[in-house]
């Protein structure tokens, strides 16, 4: 079965940095868009950020100049390096990879990886 598995979510205080990764298994072929929503509680999952197959990225605004979004194609692995942070970052983050293609596309998500920000 195809999955995603994050890793690196953990607690830090505002103003610090944390780095997410998402490696998606091998089996996941013609990947489209690798991205990652956060969900806080209480609220809806809202997109963070998104990065093509050609390397093209959007962020949410609430995000941008904090956040970079990289991927290593090679290894399936997508990755959000978070600086700056704030407690209104807090949430759980997941992994999101859109793949295929002639009509008939995949979307995977991972299992969620929690982030934590002090304040």
């Known amino acids: 079965q195809e999955q995603l598995v994050e890793s690196g979510g953990g607690l830090v205080q505002a103003g610090g940095s944390l780095r997410l990764s998402c490696a998606a298994s091998?089996?996941?072929?013609?990947?489209?868009?690798m991205g990652w929503y956060r969900q806080a509680p209480g609220k809806q999952r809202e997109l963070v950020a998104t990065?093509?197959?050609?390397?093209?990225?959007d962020y949410a605004d609430t995000v941008k100049g904090r956040f970079t979004i990289s991927r290593d194609s090679a290894e399936n692995t997508v990755y959000l390096q978070m600086n700056s942070l704030k407690a209104e970052d807090t949430a759980v983050y997941y992994c999101?990879?859109?793949?295929?293609?002639?009509?008939?596309?995949?979307?995977?998500w991972g299992q969620g990886t929690q982030v934590t920000v002090s304040s």
């Open positions: 990065i093509t197959s050609g390397g093209n990225t």
């Open positions: 999101t990879v859109e793949a295929g293609g002639s009509g008939t596309y995949y979307d995977y």
């Open positions: 091998k089996g996941i072929v013609s990947i489209n868009l």
